[in-house]
Nanobody, 124 residues
Framework: QVQLVESGGGLVQAGGSLRLSCAPS????????MAWFRQAPGKEREFVAA????????YYADSVKGRFTISRGNAKNTVYLQMNNLKPEDTAVYYC?????????????????WGQGTQVTVSS
C-alpha cells in the first residue's frame, strides 16, 4: 500500500503562485504514473494534471493550461504542481494520485493510490 503525502497548500491572492509537492511515505517499488486532482466545495473531484513515467508526457485540464506545470522530482515517485496566475476558481482541496500503470491514459477515480489532500485558497 502506497501512502502519498501532499504539502504546499495555503492562502494566496489572485494572481499569485503556489507550488504543491507530493511524495510517497515509505519505500515504493517500481514507478508510477502521477497526477493531481482537485475538489472544490459542492463539486465533484476533477482532473488537473498528470505525468507519465518513462515518456515524460504531461496532460492538463483546459482550465489550467498555461498556468499550471506538473513535474517530477529527483526522488522516486515525487511530483510537483507549480501553480501560477491563480484565480479564485482554483480554490479547492488538491489531491495527489498515483497509478501502477505507467502507460495509463485515463485520469479519473480509478487511480490506485490517493493522498489526503492539501487546501488551496485563492482570495480575490
Amino acid at each position: 500500500q502506497v501512502q502519498l503525502v501532499e504539502s504546499g497548500g495555503g492562502l494566496v491572492q489572485a494572481g499569485g503562485s503556489l507550488r504543491l509537492s507530493c511524495a510517497p511515505s515509505g519505500r515504493t517499488f517500481g514507478n508510477y504514473a502521477m497526477a493531481w486532482f482537485r475538489q472544490a466545495p459542492g463539486k465533484e473531484r476533477e482532473f488537473v494534471a498528470a505525468h507519465r513515467w518513462g515518456t515524460g508526457s504531461t496532460y492538463y485540464a483546459d482550465s489550467v493550461k498555461g498556468r499550471f506545470t506538473i513535474s517530477r522530482g529527483n526522488a522516486k515517485n515525487t511530483v510537483y504542481l507549480q501553480m501560477n496566475n491563480l484565480k479564485p476558481e482554483d480554490t479547492a482541496v488538491y489531491y495527489c494520485a498515483a497509478d501502477r500503470n505507467i502507460a495509463k491514459m485515463t485520469w479519473d477515480e480509478s487511480m490506485d493510490y490517493w493522498g489526503q489532500g492539501t487546501q488551496v485558497t485563492v482570495s480575490s
